[in-house]
């Protein structure tokens, strides 16, 4: 059964704290996805990794690092925490097909609050 | 500017009823369109792809459409159940590879009553 894992499922920090947010896939997908998902609006990509220490920017890198030692795992963290990053935090994962349409298989979801 | 709008953002309908939503897009080039099932609290599943001009598909009580000159997708839910009652995400793909970049809608709420 594929599956994408998020850890913790639910967070709540304080402003200026520190957050590290971990994702897992167990089908040895190359690529993996960091998003956010904010009410009234389409989910924006925050980083995506394309293989292990291979990671580029998204859409909204700002204020966000990324960290994929494994291929399995990828880590989002968040230094100093805003609370404009109150969100709920998806991950996903895909193969890299060779032409057809991508499919992306994401996690449950992360929601984080920064008071 | 958003380059994926979905409509209606809302949509009520009793257990039973037909419904059909709507996704227009500006996204270039649109490589695919692929909805998205999302429960309350839980990730996003795939519940259909469209790949070519005027392609038509179907999965069960889902089926959808796309008109690639338009820029248009619709999804039609037949005979809708409880469990239906979910945010449905249209998103467009601008490459088939995970080089090309996923453009999201915001998402239709739809609420199935009984």
């Known amino acids: 059964d594929m599956k994408v894992t998020q850890m913790p499922r639910y967070l709540i920090k304080r402003m200026g704290e520190n957050v590290l947010l971990e994702c897992g896939q167990d089908?040895?997908?190359?690529?993996m996805y960091w998003y956010r998902q904010d009410p009234g609006l389409g989910l924006q990509l925050i980083y995506i990794?394309?293989?292990?220490?291979?990671?580029s920017e998204g859409d909204i890198p700002k204020g966000y690092r990324v960290s994929r030692k494994k291929r399995e795992h990828f880590s989002l963290i968040l230094d100093s925490a805003k609370t404009n990053q109150t969100s709920v935090y998806f991950c996903?994962?895909?193969?890299?097909?060779?032409?057809?349409?991508?499919?992306?298989?994401f996690g449950p979801g992360t929601r984080l609050t920064v008071l | 500017k958003t380059q994926v709008e979905q409509s209606p953002q809302s949509l009520v309908v009793r257990q039973g009823e037909n419904c059909v939503l709507q996704?227009?897009?500006?996204?270039?080039?649109?490589?695919?369109l692929r909805w998205f099932k999302q429960d309350t609290g839980k990730g996003l599943v795939s519940l259909t792809v469209?790949?070519?001009?005027?392609d038509k598909t179907s999965n069960g009580r889902y089926s959808a459409t796309l008109d690639k000159d338009a820029k248009h997708s619709t999804l039609h839910i037949t005979a809708t159940l409880l469990d239906d009652t979910a945010t449905y995400i249209c998103?467009?793909?601008?490459?088939?590879?995970?080089?090309?970049?996923?453009?999201f809608g915001a998402g239709t709420q739809l609420i199935v009553i009984p």
């Open positions: 998103v467009v793909g601008d490459r088939g590879s995970a080089l090309g970049r996923l453009h």
């Open positions: 996704c227009n897009y500006s996204v270039t080039p649109d490589n695919h």
């Open positions: 089908m040895s997908h190359e690529t």
């Open positions: 990794s394309y293989d292990v220490d291979s990671n």
């Open positions: 996903a994962s895909s193969l890299s097909p060779g032409g057809g349409a991508l499919e992306q298989y």
């Open positions: 469209l790949v070519h001009e005027n």
